[in-house]
């Protein structure tokens, strides 16, 4: 008896697969590209690149393709497809391409962090107790898990629904903080999170969502780097 057919439509396909596809879809040439995803942008390099100076804002960055790697305080913290960049706080750093060719660009994205959504999680427990309060640089490289990956695909997914953006990707954003929460980063972002409720932050008028929209809002590269005599958009990302 002959052997079924293989079934390929039934394979899931591999989140890095899943977001070169997006990503290089969405970008031409070396640069950074804004998302009607609020928070989250997309960069492409096509070539390496010596290291870059840069202001890095609270985030976490992915590479689907290639490799980089960021210099703080004389330390360097190369990440690829299977380790992640996150920044808990405001960082003066250096941005380096290590892998990138037309043929194979570095693909990969930033999102914005939100404190208040770290802060808000951390206070409805459940989570496991922070026990290091040692001072840190506030930069740092972890595993790139499914658990972790799994939300990013859905969010980046949400590009073909555009009509389904507004209501999906805000909650896909809070599950996204939630398993930084869990990952092996968890100790870095709790120490930065502020140390309140979540109920004393919907009280103040300084985090509500109408202005937290006005502050967080933008689609904008997470971070603008800049070269030593001009400012450069082509390595505004880390």
């Given at each position: ?35 009607p ?14 290291p870059?100076?840069?202001?890095v804002e ?28 996150v ?12 892998a ?7 693909l990969?994205l930033?999102l914005k ?9 951390v ?23 499914p658990?972790l ?5 859905r969010?980046?997914e ?10 999906l990707?805000?909650?896909?954003h ?18 930065k999170?502020p140390?309140s ?13 109408s ?27 880390p």
């Amino acid at each position: 008896m002959a052997p079924k057919p293989h079934d390929t439509a039934a394979q899931p396909v591999p989140p890095h697969e899943a977001m070169v596809r997006i990503i290089g879809a969405r970008t031409s040439g070396s640069g950074d590209f804004e998302t009607p995803i609020a928070g989250l942008a997309f960069f492409r390099r096509d070539a390496p690149a010596s290291p870059v100076v840069c202001m890095v804002e609270p985030s976490i960055v992915l590479v689907a393709q290639g490799a980089k790697q960021m210099w703080v305080g004389g330390d360097a913290y190369p990440y690829d497809t299977s380790r992640f960049l996150v920044t808990s706080l405001d960082v003066p750093a250096n941005s380096e391409v290590l892998a990138a060719s037309p043929e194979r660009p570095c693909l990969g994205l930033v999102l914005k962090l939100d404190v208040r959504v770290l802060a808000e999680l951390v206070a409805q427990g459940g989570l496991p107790p922070h026990r290091d309060r040692s001072p840190g640089v506030g930069v740092g490289i972890g595993a790139a898990t499914p658990a972790l990956l799994a939300p990013f695909s859905r969010l980046l997914e949400l590009l073909d629904e555009p009509a389904a953006i507004p209501v999906l990707a805000p909650l896909i954003h809070r599950e996204i903080h939630y398993r930084l929460l869990m990952s092996d980063q968890a100790p870095k972002l709790r120490q930065k999170a502020p140390r309140s409720s979540a109920a004393n932050t919907a009280g103040c008028s300084e985090h509500r969502p109408s202005e937290t929209s006005k502050c967080c809002g933008t689609a904008r590269a997470a971070l603008t780097c800049k070269r030593m005599q001009k400012t450069s958009f082509d390595a505004a990302l880390p």
